[in-house]
């Protein structure tokens, strides 16, 4: 069964830095493009940010453009997103994910259970 | 970007009814839409994907229909595991990604 662990969050004062990862496993993850999703305390999914299979394509949602980044490390089977200049915006659950094919579709098959961000002084 | 407006925000119904879910995008995504299902405290579940498609696993009572902007999440008879919030994501547009605000199937 695809399981996806994410770690790394925790409370952070605004304009701090926060790097999350994802330990995935039971799937061939250099395979397969990879995101990041958020939710805020009591509201709806947003999506965060894409890697392609490979690592040679990123998107980022205009809200963290420039300020979030996304990476990936296929010998480890870890996913990661640096998270630098922080706002209380920010604050919220995020998960990983897992595109649904090989063939990149953007939507997403499995989720992990998520690493609570906290942004407050 | 693409708005997603799903409707109504909240469906009261009982065990064994018919659920009805609404998604209108903001343009079309052609067939390019999912839903999810997300109970408290849990990640979201992929239900269907690209308007009609189950998912594996996801029983025959979840369907969906639609294309171009107009969408719908049918649960043919709601089970007690069933009440959850509902999300649609449309992935036309591959840099915004985007979801709906939701909608809430509760006990009646």
């Known amino acids: 069964q695809v399981q996806l662990v994410e770690s790394g969050g925790g409370v952070v004062q605004p304009g701090g830095s926060l790097r999350l990862s994802c330990a995935a496993s039971e799937f061939i993850f250099s395979n397969y493009g990879m995101h990041w999703v958020r939710q805020a305390p009591g509201k709806g999914l947003e999506w965060v940010a894409f890697?392609?299979?490979?690592?040679?394509?990123?998107n980022y949602a205009e809200s963290v453009k420039g300020r979030f980044t996304i990476s990936r490390d296929n010998s480890k089977n870890t996913l990661y997103l640096q998270m630098n200049s922080l706002r209380a915006e920010d604050t919220a659950v995020y998960y990983c994910?897992?595109?649904?094919?090989?063939?990149?579709?953007?939507?997403?098959?499995?989720w992990g259970q998520g690493t609570l961000v906290t942004v407050s002084s | 970007e693409i708005v997603l407006t799903q409707s109504p925000a909240t469906l009261s119904l009982s065990p064994g009814e018919r659920a009805t879910l609404s998604c209108r995008a903001s343009q079309s995504v052609s067939s390019y839409l999912a839903w999810y299902q997300q109970k408290p405290g849990q990640a979201p579940r992929l239900l269907i994907y690209d308007a009609s498609n189950r998912a594996t696993g996801i029983p025959a009572r979840f369907s969906g229909s639609g294309s171009g902007t107009d969408f719908t999440l049918t649960i043919s008879s709601l089970e007690p595991e069933d009440f959850a919030v509902y999300y649609c994501?449309?992935?036309?547009?591959?840099?915004?990604?985007?979801f709906g605000g939701g909608t809430k199937v509760e006990i009646k």
């Open positions: 994910a897992k595109d649904r094919t090989t063939v990149t579709t953007m939507d997403f098959d499995y």
């Open positions: 994501q449309q992935r036309s547009n591959w840099v915004a990604l985007t």
């Open positions: 890697i392609r299979y490979d690592g040679n394509n990123k």
